[in-house]
Nanobody
């Protein structure tokens, strides 16, 4: 299983970024996908998830600003981030959670998002 994130970078407060996570080596359609983030000195936290059926879930801190989506044909999950705040600064990780047995979970290497003026 390989998950490769891209799209991170430096953006000013109020700006937007779109993260992508391209998967390979898996049957993408049977994996729930998610984005997590970890800021310096803090634990990794859930940002957003999307199930195999397309149901989404968001952390309260990003509701209304971030949108997770998936393209099964491209084996890619996206995170559209709008109205970014300095507190969104973190390394963002892609997660793949196999929905059927045998269960398994995989992580990408992470992409840095920095929100600063």
């Amino acid at each position: 299983v390989q998950l490769v994130e891209s799209g991170g970078g430096l953006v000013q407060p109020g700006g937007s970024l779109r993260l992508s996570c391209a998967a390979s080596g898996i049957i993408f359609a049977i994996y729930h996908m998610g984005w997590y983030r970890q800021a310096p000195g803090k634990q990794r936290e859930l940002v957003a998830t999307i199930t195999v059926g397309g149901r989404t879930n968001y952390a309260d801190s990003v509701k209304g600003r971030f949108t997770i989506s998936r393209d099964n044909a491209k084996m890619t999950v996206y995170l559209q981030m709008n109205s970014l705040k300095p507190e969104d600064t973190a390394v963002y990780y892609c997660n793949a959670d196999r929905s059927i047995t045998p269960r398994s979970e995989s992580w990408g290497q992470g992409t840095q998002v920095t929100v600063s003026s």
